[in-house]
Structures are given as structure tokens and as C-alpha cells.
């Protein structure tokens, strides 16, 4: 296990005020990573308050707390019904997501999150999964790389990337960063190759770990796990996880309006508590992650 310090927690009171903690109440972190948020939560619990938290990635086993209220659940966020269950929880107070890779995963080098660093083509959060970004660029079909590309990457030149790797991969794979940044070279305009090669990294990543089909599978469980007025507190980093959580947080679809009865009126899931909330220029100052985090916040009813 790789044991490094994590970065500083994003929007860590902001995320944590809108869950409106009750001291007894029952709370699930379904991205424990660095632990940040998990011990906001535990210092506003009290003594019968309980907090279940989610990571996939076992590096986040070196910040389990040793706190009799805490239960960290091994498993994707996905899932998180399921486990609850298994845990004897049915309903719960509050949930808080903090979406994306984790300042820790994109500084260790091998994890080949980050276009920083050569390393193998990895990018699993969870390392017991056998899809990497090296299956992913070198097994893919070519129509298939240029969905990716264009849905999770939002790249209008989709076509010309997909194509450009399936040509070299014919003649050896593609094993590592710095190989694959070779074959993107012509695709990286000057002045703006670190934003473009970022949604290409974005979209690998996010048909690896299958991040879109989680958080909409996590999405629609949330109102039956909400107690009454439970709190929905989330934090997005890019538009693809954004306009799913405010779509869903405003009508319970993530397409469409919902329907209307007889009456015309619609049921709905959450309200929306507040406005949109972004890091303030001190926070993005002193950490840079926070530069594009998107925190929302709904109530059920």
C-alpha cells in the first residue's frame, strides 16, 4: 500500500454545512479518499451518530480514523444500497460525494492519472479490475475510441484521435504515457496541449472506471436512502458529472422533464437548497484542484 499525504479537502465546511449534521443522525461520505470530509462529519457528530463511508482504492485504508462511529465500506459508491443493507442501515440523514481522482492518485506517478508523469497506462482507481487505459487504447475499437472521445472528452476531433491511435498501435502498443502523448503530438495545439491533453486523459479515465454509468446508478438510489429531509451534498469537477447531478437533484431524470398528473402537477424527489457553490479565489490560491469543483445541494422530500 502506498501510504502519501493527501491534498487539502475541497469546499471542506461547505460540503460538510450542507449536509445540516443532526449529532445522532446516520451519514454516508461515498468518496472517503484523504478522509477530509468523513472527519468534518465525525467532529459534528455526537456519541450515537454514525458515519459509513466509500472507497474503492486501497491506498485510502491508511486514513481510516480510529472512531467506533466509522465504518469504511471497501467498495465503488455504485453500490451503495447494496452495502448499506449489508451494514444494517436502510435510511440515512445525509450523503456527501466528492467526484474525480483524488490529488493523492494523480501524485503517484504509476496510478497514470496524471500527464505529469511517464508511467504504464493504468488509471484504475480500483486495482483489483483487470480494465486499464492500456486495454482501453490498445483493445477498443476504433468506433469505439471515437465515442469515448467525443462523449467523455467533449473533443470535436474525436475522429482524427481514434484513428491516429489505432494506426500505431498496428505497428507496436501503446504502454505508456509518454508513448501515447507521441501518437496525441498532432493534436495538441500550441498554448492549450495541457487543457486538450487533460480531456483525453478525462475521457480514458472515465470509460475505465465506468464513472458516468456509477453516478447516475448512485443518483437514482439517493431517494430511497434519504430520510425526510435528508441532504444531498455533492461536488462535481466537470460538466459531464455537473449536469447530471443538477438534473437529477431538480426533477429525479437525467433527461427530459417529469411527467405531469391530471392536476399538473409533477413529483419530484429533492429540492434545491441555495445556489450553486464554487471555491473562493483564497481556497483555489492555496489548492489548485478546487479550481473547477461545483458543490450542490438538495434536500429530500
Avoid at 508523469?117 to 490498445?138: C, E, G, H, P
Avoid at 475521457?203 to 464513472?211: H, K, L, P
Avoid at 398528473?261 to 473562493?280: A, E, H, Q, R, T
Wanted: glycine residues 6%.
Amino acid at each position: 500500500m502506498i501510504v502519501m499525504e493527501y491534498h487539502n479537502t475541497v469546499l471542506l465546511n461547505e460540503t460538510v454545512d450542507g449536509l445540516a449534521i443532526k449529532p445522532d443522525g446516520v451519514y454516508v461520505d461515498v468518496t472517503f479518499g484523504g478522509g477530509g470530509h468523513s472527519k468534518e462529519i465525525l467532529k459534528r457528530l455526537g456519541p450515537k451518530g454514525r458515519l459509513l463511508a466509500f472507497d474503492q482504492d486501497e491506498d485510502a485504508l491508511s486514513n481510516v480514523p480510529d472512531d467506533e462511529r466509522f465504518t469504511l465500506i471497501r467498495e465503488n459508491f455504485r453500490f451503495i444500497k447494496r452495502f448499506l443493507r449489508f451494514h444494517g442501515v436502510k435510511k440515512v440523514d445525509g450523503i456527501l460525494g466528492d467526484f474525480g481522482v483524488s490529488s493523492h492518485q494523480f501524485d503517484v506517478p504509476e496510478r497514470g492519472f496524471s500527464t505529469r508523469f511517464d508511467s504504464d497506462l493504468d488509471m484504475r482507481m480500483d486495482q483489483t479490475k483487470n480494465l486499464s487505459a492500456f486495454q482501453v487504447i490498445n483493445e477498443y475499437e476504433e468506433s469505439d475510441l471515437r465515442k469515448m472521445f467525443y462523449q467523455y472528452g467533449e473533443l470535436k476531433n474525436a475522429p482524427k484521435i481514434a484513428r491516429a491511435i489505432v494506426s500505431k498501435r498496428k505497428e507496436k502498443e501503446i504502454k505508456t504515457s509518454q508513448d501515447l502523448k507521441e501518437v496525441l503530438t498532432p493534436f495538441l495545439p500550441r498554448h492549450r496541449e495541457h487543457k486538450v491533453l487533460a480531456q483525453i486523459y478525462q475521457a480514458i479515465r472515465i470509460e475505465v472506471n465506468q464513472e458516468i454509468e456509477a453516478l447516475k446508478e448512485f443518483l437514482e438510489q439517493t431517494p430511497e436512502l434519504l430520510k425526510e429531509e435528508g441532504r444531498l451534498s455533492l461536488i462535481s469537477y466537470h460538466s459531464l458529472e455537473d449536469r447530471l447531478v443538477k438534473r437529477y437533484m431538480r426533477s429525479g431524470l437525467f433527461e427530459g422533464e417529469p411527467e405531469k398528473d391530471m392536476y399538473g402537477n409533477v413529483s419530484v424527489p429533492f429540492k434545491k437548497v441555495g445556489k450553486l457553490i464554487v471555491p473562493s479565489a483564497e481556497e483555489i490560491e492555496h489548492n489548485n484542484r478546487a479550481r473547477s469543483a461545483k458543490l450542490r445541494i438538495a434536500e429530500k422530500l
